[in-house]
């Protein structure tokens, strides 16, 4: 069974910089189509932060271009978010999400909380 585990999460400074991990497990790198990053607020919907693709390229939601950058390792079928200039909108659970083979697994999300 895919399992897929987020870290990295904390509080942070208006401006600062923060560092999410996420592991995919029992999963060929081979099979990973792409990995993601979404984040998540009270009240409102998910919504796709980043998306880094197996065989090259990534997307960004347009309120995070040129401060975050998602990143893969398929020897260790890791996925990062590296964060900078982080605003207190920034604020939320970041969830990590796996497609294999057209099937998307999730984490259970870490908090980013940014103190003003």
């Known amino acids: 069974q895919v399992q897929v585990m987020e870290s990295g999460g904390g509080l942070v400074q208006a401006g600062g910089s923060l560092r999410l991990s996420c592991a995919a497990y029992n999963v060929l790198s081979s099979n990973i189509v792409f990995m993601d990053w979404y984040r998540q607020t009270p009240g409102k919907q998910r919504e796709l932060v980043a998306r880094?693709?197996?065989?090259?390229?990534?997307e960004y939601h347009d309120s995070v271009k040129g401060r975050f950058t998602i990143s893969l390792d398929l020897d260790k079928n890791e996925v990062y978010l590296q964060m900078s200039a982080l605003k207190p909108e920034d604020a939320a659970v970041y969830y990590c999400?796996?497609?294999?083979?057209?099937?998307?697994?999730w984490g259970q999300g870490t908090q980013v909380t940014v103190s003003s």
């Open positions: 880094v693709f197996s065989e090259g390229g990534s």
């Open positions: 999400a796996i497609n294999r083979r057209g099937v998307l697994y």
